[in-house]
């Protein structure tokens, strides 16, 4: 499968926890972005790479959430210190000079 | 604030009926739209775009500046077009999606 693979799937933690998302992009895809949707919603902006450098950033997004995609490739997102309201569908995605955006499954997070 | 806006959260339909799922949006500028959609257990893919001028699986959206609106129609619909449909729009070459809150689309036989 040459598509946008997310790990893990399903991750269930408790308030307070500390979590780390990957995602894999198409290999000769420069862009990387991460998404988070919650019920009922389109998917909400967070951040943006191009290759390794992170170019955007959401204002929504609190210090503590940080992501980084150290070798131009795979990216990770992390989130320390999860409250409830983290609780949601992180999507990533990743395009090429098209701009056509091509989406993993997502990480769907629970925060007890 | 940039803001595109589907109006219907849920569509239901006859097979065979014609089908159209509205979006509105807010921009000043000229935005790229595009319409993605999410299949059953599938991920969000692409549908369509207003600046490839194409109809993908039978769809076609029509970029109207004046009213501000990109609306996806399609003449027959199937069954097998029941999903969620998302309108978004970019602002820039950064492709930075500004999203709807998306309509169910459902197609009953």
């Known amino acids: 499968d040459t598509g946008v693979s997310q790990d893990p799937r399903h991750k269930i933690t408790k308030r307070g926890q500390n979590v780390t998302f990957r995602c894999d992009p198409i290999s000769e895809h420069n862009r990387l972005y991460w998404y988070r949707q919650t019920l009922g919603q389109g998917p909400e902006f967070l951040t943006y790479f191009q290759n390794e450098a992170q170019l955007e950033k959401s204002r929504l997004l609190s210090d503590r959430f940080s992501a980084e995609r150290p070798k131009g490739s795979f990216s990770t997102l992390e989130i320390q210190r999860t409250e409830q309201g983290d609780s949601a569908m992180y999507l990533c995605?990743?395009?090429?000079?098209?701009?056509?955006?091509?989406f993993g499954e997502g990480s769907r997070l629970t925060v007890l | 604030a940039q803001r595109v806006t589907q109006p219907e959260k849920l569509l239901s339909v006859f097979k065979g009926a014609p089908v159209e799922l509205k979006c509105n949006y807010s921009?000043?500028?000229?935005?790229?739209l595009f319409w993605y959609v999410q299949y059953s257990r599938q991920r969000l893919q692409l549908l369509l775009r207003?600046?490839?001028?194409?109809s993908i699986k039978g769809f076609t959206a029509d970029l109207n500046k004046g009213e501000t609106s990109f609306h996806l129609k399609k003449p027959f619909a199937q069954e097998e077009d029941s999903a969620m449909y998302y309108c978004a729009l970019t602002m820039d070459s950064n492709y930075q999606l500004i999203w709807g809150a998306g309509t169910k689309l459902i197609i009953k036989p």
């Open positions: 921009y000043s500028g000229s935005p790229e």
């Open positions: 207003h600046i490839s001028r194409e």
């Open positions: 995605a990743s395009s090429g000079q098209g701009g056509e955006l091509f």
